[in-house]
């Protein structure tokens, strides 16, 4: 099968085993794995694309290897820009905080040098599969978080 570009915007916290990411998939109908896909399923490459406006978390603990995520159908562009602005102001601040996005995502950002450690509590929304967890991530520079952030949040825009 051929892969599937994703795009819209992403907010990825951490490195390649151990991450969270905040994301609106958008798929292309033109794309020619999503054309391959929507045929496996009998549905048009629209259909199968769809509207690319629900947000989903997405996590990975490298350590366990296990993985998971869900989808957030109800949070707007702005709440995760907001969410993306207050993450953006403690990195600045230097002093441990905690953000939230709601009751899914809490990040206790603690700073380590000129880097950041978090611990990221994901709780599925109610009525959806999965189990609470956590993860831990980092150190991250804060410098690669601030501009990942910046261009999250241009993204949106």
Avoid at 53 to 74: H, I, M, N, R, T
């Amino acid at each position: 099968m051929s892969p599937i570009a994703l795009g819209g915007p992403a907010l990825f916290i951490g490195d390649d085993g151990t991450y969270v990411a905040l994301e609106r998939p958008k798929l292309d109908p033109a794309d020619p794995g999503v054309v391959e896909a929507a045929a496996g399923a009998g549905v048009t490459p629209e259909e199968f694309a769809g509207d690319g406006d629900v947000w989903s978390v997405l996590y990975e603990d490298g350590a366990s290897g296990e993985g998971g995520g869900f989808e957030l159908p109800g949070l707007r562009d702005a709440e995760a820009e907001d969410f993306a602005e207050r993450l953006a102001m403690v990195l600045r601040s230097g002093e441990a905080y905690e953000v939230e996005a709601g009751d899914v995502l809490v990040l206790d950002a603690r700073p380590a040098g000129e880097a950041w450690t978090f611990t990221a509590r994901l709780t599925p929304p109610e009525g959806q599969e999965g189990e609470a967890c956590a993860l831990e991530l980092g150190p991250l520079a804060t410098a690669a978080l601030l501009a990942g952030l910046d261009d999250f949040r241009g993204s949106l825009a």
